[in-house]
């Protein structure tokens, strides 16, 4: 069964941390994507990639890097974390091929103090 | 760039009774259009989708959306809810544009009563 894999689920960092969230797709999809979930917001989309070694910034990439070092794994880092990116971070996998669809992980509850 | 309107953040009906999720769309061309549902503690998960052919559309457990060009709209509706059904419902609108983005409304939240 296809799948999208989160890690950890959830996270408490420090202000000024390093966090890395990890995602893990077996669809075979080429895109992934990651989003933040806060209340009245709905989900607003950080980074997203086309592909292993290509990452393209989304509609909120400001605090956020990302990296896809294959075709099953993309993450999201967090250089200094700071308690505005306290949220719920989700991580989806999708492909024209599948009808622009796209499939998401259980979610990361990130905490920064 | 497309956006997506939801104007209820909260419904609140009776187990038994029918359910109406509104949601309107802004975008030039016809987009790709779904909702999702989010149960608690959880990820999201397709009802359904539209892109084009019979404006209204089947999906999961009961539920059908009907598409309108001309009010720029993707209602979903199911006639009959359930408990379970409570959960927060999320519609998207996707551009076609390279990397497939989704653009999500900010969700309804529905309860349903015993």
């Known amino acids: 069964e296809a799948a999208v894999t989160q890690s950890p689920r959830n996270k408490v960092a420090v202000t000024g941390g390093k966090v890395t969230l990890s995602c893990n797709q077996t669809?075979?999809?080429?895109?992934m994507y990651w989003y933040r979930q806060d209340t009245g917001h709905g989900l607003r989309l950080i980074h997203y990639s086309y592909g292993a070694g290509s990452t393209e910034k989304g509609d909120i990439p400001d605090g956020y890097k990302a990296s896809r070092p294959s075709q099953e794994n993309f993450s999201l880092i967090l250089e200094l974390a700071t308690p505005s990116q306290t949220s719920v971070y989700f991580c989806?996998?999708?492909?024209?091929?599948?009808?622009?669809?796209?499939?998401f992980g259980p979610g990361t509850r990130l905490t920064v103090l | 760039a497309q956006s997506v309107t939801q104007p209820d953040a909260r419904v609140t009906v009776s187990e038994g009774a029918s359910l109406q999720l509104r949601c309107k769309y802004s975008y030039s061309a016809t987009p790709y259009l779904f909702w999702y549902v989010q149960y608690p503690r959880q990820g999201l998960q397709m009802l359904l989708k539209?892109?084009?052919?019979?404006?209204v559309v089947q999906g999961v457990n009961g539920f059908e959306a009907e598409f309108s060009k001309s009010d720029s709209s993707f209602h979903l509706r199911k006639a009959s809810v359930h408990w379970s059904d409570s959960a927060v419902y999320f519609c998207a609108v996707s551009a076609n544009s390279a990397g497939n983005k989704l653009t999500f409304g900010i969700g309804t939240r529905v309860l349903v009563r015993p």
């Open positions: 539209y892109y084009s052919g019979d404006p």
């Open positions: 989806a996998s999708g492909d024209v091929l599948d009808s622009y669809e796209q499939y």
């Open positions: 669809n075979n999809h080429n895109n």
